[in-house]
């Protein structure tokens, strides 16, 4: 069982910059690969950035250049930089992770870009 808490969404005007944290329970947070998924008003859920456990990254194009996703596996945490938002990366923001075939999901972190 692996419980994810995410924080740090907000309201930001456009060209602003946001950094969200999820924060991971349990032991085996290293071996577990982690992602952000965005779902904006009526349209489905997407991959933003995923992150493996040896620290390989990939982006959706949309974002590529202006957000960065890391991890501390000392602190159980995964974050997401987002620089130069605009408003179409307006959303709620989600934490995932797969574990034993299982997939987990925080609450999700609503980001809003907005003048």
């Known amino acids: 069982q692996v419980q994810l808490v995410e924080s740090g969404g907000g309201l930001v005007q456009p060209g602003g910059s946001l950094r969200l944290s999820c924060a991971a329970s349990?032991?085996?947070?290293?071996?577990?690969?982690m992602g952000w998924y965005r779902q904006a008003p009526g349209k489905q859920r997407e991959l933003v950035a995923a992150?493996?456990?040896?620290?390989?990254?990939i982006y959706d194009d949309s974002v590529k250049g202006r957000f960065t996703i890391s991890r501390n596996n000392a602190k159980n945490t995964v974050y997401l930089q987002m620089n130069s938002l605009k408003p179409g990366d307006a959303g709620i923001y989600y934490c995932?992770?797969?574990?034993?075939?299982?997939?987990?999901w925080g609450q999700g972190t609503q980001v809003a870009v907005s003048s």
């Open positions: 349990g032991s085996i947070f290293s071996k577990l690969p």
């Open positions: 995932n992770t797969r574990h034993s075939v299982v997939e987990y």
């Open positions: 992150i493996s456990s040896g620290s390989s990254t």
